[in-house]
């Protein structure tokens, strides 16, 4: 029996922008270079329209405020951060908290940090503290800044190292107070709205991955590899 053959024809070779890449790789990374770089451009533009003077007023204002989370050592951490962690004069020992005020906003920040554990908690002398702190800020507007958000929210792996004792009190305090304009937090890698005492509650996403959205009670801790992501709270005396 005989048996013909016919030649096979190799497939054609497509063109590669990057050595093991494909053109569709090329496109998207034109894309995002467009999409950093413009605006990138507008900010060196915008800088140098202010000239000297002006970015140094800018670089020298106390525009930053931080309090340490749960990977930090917060009392070192003061030591490298002093300009943006303000140590009050009436704080316990031991703790670091921020308290600092701009266009007539009253910030305080909470130390909820555990050394060597990812779940934070407010002390009996924190809370102490922070009740004498809005005594004497009565009738001004305040805004609270922490770390571990006081709240639950629904993600049952990230709630089980959250805030774990102190919420109850800091709610009363914040009830008590009724100027607190909003509580910000982290912790969580993903936005999250909630209240607490009558106060907004905002939690910021994370700059680098955020964890999975999943509020099956038993679903286990993931990360997403989303894009970063800031939380930009607006306030204004008028508001």
């Known amino acids: 029996m005989a048996v013909t053959t016919s030649p096979t024809l190799a497939p054609a070779r497509r063109k590669r922008v990057v050595p093991g ?4 790789l090329g496109i998207t990374l034109t ?3 467009l999409i950093v770089l413009i605006p990138l451009a507008g900010l060196f533009v915008k800088a ?3 000239g000297v003077q002006g970015l140094w007023d800018i670089w020298t204002q106390p525009r930053v405020l931080a309090v340490g989370g749960n990977h930090d050592l917060p009392l070192r951490a003061r030591q490298h951060l002093a300009d943006w962690m303000p140590a009050p004069d009436n704080l316990p020992p031991g703790l670091v908290c921020v308290k ?16 060597g554990q990812p779940h934070g908690e407010l002390g009996s002398a924190q ?29 049952a792996a990230m709630d089980d190292c959250g805030l774990r ?6 709610a009363r305090l914040i009830a008590a107070h009724g100027q607190v304009q909003l509580v910000a937090a982290g912790h969580m890698h993903r936005p999250i709205l909630g209240a607490l005492g009558g106060a907004p509650v905002v939690v910021a996403p994370s700059t680098s ?14 990360v997403r590899l989303e894009p970063p992501m800031i939380g930009l709270y607006r306030w204004t005396p008028e508001d």
């Open 21 to 24: 890449f494909g053109l569709s």
């Open 31 to 33: 894309w995002l270079s």
């Open 48 to 50: 140098g329209g202010l």
């Open 100 to 115: 600092a005020e701009h266009g007539g906003l009253h910030f305080i920040g909470l130390d909820t940090v555990v050394p």
């Open 127 to 155: 809370l102490d503290w922070l009740a004498t702190t809005l005594q004497s800020l009565a009738g001004q507007p305040v805004l609270i800044f922490m770390h571990h958000p006081p709240m639950l929210t629904g993600m």
């Open 165 to 170: 004792h102190g919420r109850a009190e800091l």
């Open 209 to 222: 991955h955020q964890i999975e959205l999943d509020l099956n009670p038993n679903a286990p801790l993931a």
